[in-house]
Nanobody, 125 residues
Framework: QVQLVESGGGLVQAGGSLRLSCAASGRTFSTYVMGWFRQAPGKERQFVAA????????FYADSVKGRFTISRDTAKNTVYLQMDSLKPEDTAVYYC??????????????????WGQGTQVTVSS
């Protein structure tokens, strides 16, 4: 059974940093893309970043480019989202997700088959 477990959320002041982790288990993810999404109250789920488990090109939403960095540690079966220069508008529940890597639909949350439970990130001004 696939499990994605996020951790690392919390309360931080604007300009601060957080690192989210997503521990993945239950299958081999070598042919999967791992993504981070976020959802603020009353808003749609939004793409944040993605990385193929096998490595290669990373993808970012324009709103986080230059501030967030996605990475993975295959030995630990863990995906990370390093978030720097945080802004109040980054406040949301952050979700880790996985989809089969078919080269497309990286940005579409509907295409992701597996999801974690989410972790709250709150950025105060």
């Amino acid at each position: 059974q696939v499990q994605l477990v996020e951790s690392g959320g919390g309360l931080v002041q604007a300009g601060g940093s957080l690192r989210l982790s997503c521990a993945a288990s239950g299958r081999t993810f070598s042919t999967y893309v791992m993504g981070w999404f976020r959802q603020a109250p009353g808003k749609e789920r939004q793409f944040v970043a993605a990385i193929p488990w096998s490595g290669g090109q990373t993808f970012y939403a324009d709103s986080v480019k230059g501030r967030f960095t996605i990475s993975r540690d295959t030995a630990k079966n863990t995906v990370y989202l390093q978030m720097d220069s945080l802004k109040p508008e980054d406040t949301a529940v952050y979700y880790c997700a996985a989809k089969w890597d078919n080269g497309v639909y990286v940005f579409n949350y509907e295409r992701y088959a597996y999801w974690g439970q989410g972790t709250q990130v709150t950025v105060s001004s």
